[in-house]
Structures are given as structure tokens and as C-alpha cells.
């Protein structure tokens, strides 16, 4: 992979789990989910692609309770449901499919070498 690409992808914060706010209550963040794939190769290429077109992507591994589920391929954190249904219209549109949101609290983190 090209060097740029490779900084581009580091460069992507994946989100944080659950913000807090100053009362200690956990805020629900949402994204926009565009795939869930089997294959953690097909994974990181879709991320890839579409970090090299500017989405704040990101991958979530499969957890420990099941280590042979998908590898799910994420934009953004949004704050609230209406804005993530927005880039998921709008990004739906680009690549000719439905994307769904997803409204999450303790996200696990994803792993840093799947981005890579």
C-alpha cells in the first residue's frame, strides 16, 4: 500500500466509546455501517477505498464472543440519528446501495492493525 494511503488511514481516529458527559451518563453516538464482511482482507481494502476518498472510516473486529464474526466496516460518529441517516443517503447514493444506521454506547475499539 502506498505510503500516503497507509498515513491517511492512521490518520482516522476511530471513534471513542461512549462519550460521558459531565454528569457521568453515557451518550448514545451513532454511524453509518456499510458493510460486514467475513473476509478481514475485503475488510480493510473497503476501508481503505474509502478513506482514499475522504470518509472517516473505520473497522471493527470481530469480538472475543465471536472471534469468527464480520469485520465491520463504519463511517463517522454522529451525534444524533438524523445526521448519521443524512451521510448514509448521501453515501448510499455514491455507492449504489442501502446503508443502515447504527446507534451504539460502548463500542468496542477497533484494532489498529486492521487498519493498516
Known amino acids: ?11 482516522v481516529v476511530p471513534p ?5 458527559n459531565s454528569r457521568n ?7 453509518v455501517q456499510v458493510a460486514a464482511l467475513l ?3 475485503r475488510a480493510r481494502a473497503l476501508v481503505s477505498e474509502l478513506i482514499a476518498v475522504g470518509y472517516p472510516t473505520y473497522l471493527v473486529a470481530p469480538g472475543v464472543e465471536d472471534p469468527d ?14 445526521e448519521a441517516a ?3 443517503v448521501s453515501l448510499g ?9 447504527i446507534r451504539y ?3 468496542r475499539a477497533p484494532d489498529p492493525g486492521l487498519n493498516r
Open 16 to 20: 471513542a466509546a461512549a462519550a460521558v
Open 69 to 82: 464474526g464480520p469485520y465491520r466496516i463504519r463511517v463517522g460518529r454522529y451525534r444524533t440519528n438524523a
Open 86 to 88: 443524512a451521510a448514509a
Open 93 to 101: 447514493r455514491i455507492r449504489n446501495q442501502k446503508l443502515w444506521v
Open 25 to 31: 451518563t453515557v451518550v448514545l453516538n451513532f454511524a
Open 1 to 11: 500500500m502506498p505510503a500516503a494511503a497507509q498515513s491517511r488511514e492512521r490518520a
Open 39 to 41: 473476509d478481514p482482507l
Open 105 to 107: 454506547a460502548d463500542e
